[in-house]
């Protein structure tokens, strides 16, 4: 791995969401587009302070920490990030993933105009793609017919626009894919990242996950199936991976990518990789279209491929990324499963507590989170936990970034439909 | 002619980012990048807000910005009537 790109809640390049992860304070906060709807809070990108030089808010970090002396979370002008002619055509879900391909990119010291572009691929994990235009396009074919209807509504609505659009951003014209595979989308992209490269088709793969559906049609659904916590008058202290009084995720929107070599053609162009894949795995319960399998057998035999494919035992394994979402039954399901699995106690963080659920996004967030705390000997704290009052055997990081060498992690990712991921990474 | 329709101004620098400075009573279509996708976005966005129909193929794609000026602001002395 020899890029990183982040767009997230609270910040859009490294330094900045490092640096909200390890204040360990969640993002979320009440919607003015979403009032009205049973759950009316969410984790968004902010974008930038409306007038310029206004103040763009407290910044929430106490002095001292690692984070300390990074510059506050300004907000993203997302379309200005973007630039050029082509925002128009592209659908919120699509500017993010630019975004942080791009940064992914230049992090790897790659120039897009100057590589091999067939042996460069994409892997784009969405889960849902432009739902806002399509709720808007079918209230306007209902209120004013066909007419009115945008031409660039497939175009827009597709969930693999965003891989499209990265690759003609990047020039990238190896394969591209856009796996769905709901909130393991990012994981499961890193992992056919690795395939691409290890079976000769790409020498680089430009992979992670984009999603970008804080609307009331998505709201209204996730709150009617009792996915989302209901902690309406305190959003902030609603998302509370492991925590006995979890009650629900919190939506969140966000895009990271990665930039993925073999390794020894990044050292022979002079590059330090910033982490090592070392194995990936991939299971379905084949149990329930939303509820997980409640003893995880399945996930675990997602852990123990990637585990076997990377030539460790579990005793190997030094930290622990959990998918932690916040909801009672994965994190029932999850601990259960690093309880199980890992008896030595790794140190367990779950980023949802900061960042809300960024579905597709989320296990390519938690991939580059992972690398991090690999890179920097840091693990970030969970959100709105309380260690003594964790019911489960887990070491689970609280309330301050915790100093910790780890060699080694592991990143899960579960998703809607029964699918398990899990990343495992080496420090390089 | 060398008046270019408000709306034209408006919706090509706001939507479509066209620089301002190339939005001459010359510049058509393909001069100012705009694809057959952008045109056809244009023309729903012209019914919609001027309530003009505005054919993409036959009216907008080879026209100059005067000449969808001259026929916007005939086709809207037409809507009004």
Known sequence: MTGLGVVTPVGADERTFWAGLCAGRSAARHRPELAGMPVDFACAVEGPAPEPGAAPGPDPRPAGGPYDGAPAWAGLDVDAAVGGRSVWRMARFVKLALIAARQAVAD???DPSAWEAGRVGVV??????????????TLRLRDRGPEAVSPLLVPMMIPNAAAGEVAIALRAQGPSLAPATACASGATAISLARDLLIGGECDIVVAGGTESVLTPLVMAAFARMGALSARTGDPARASRPFAPDRDGFVLGEGAAMVVLEREPDARARGRAPRALLSGVGASTDAYHPTAPEPHGRVAQAAVEAALRQAGWSPYDVGHVNAHGTSTPLNDAMEAALIERVFPHRPPVTAAKGVLGHTLAAAGAIEAVATVLTLERGVVPPIANLDASAVEFDLDCVTKEPRRERVETAISHSFGFGGHNVALVFRKA | ??????KIIEVLTGTFKVPAAEIVPEATMDSLEMDSLAVAELAVIFKETLGV?????????DASLAEITAYLDEAAVGVGR
Request: charged share 15%; aromatic share 0%; glycine share 16%.
């Open chain 1, 124 to 137: 784009l994990g969405v889960g849902v793609g432009g739902v806002a235009a399509l709720c808007d396009n």
């Open chain 2, 53 to 61: 129909p505005a054919d993409s193929d036959t009216l907008l794609k």
């Open chain 2, 1 to 6: 002619m060398n008046r270019i329709h408000p």
């Open chain 1, 108 to 110: 790897a010291g790659l």
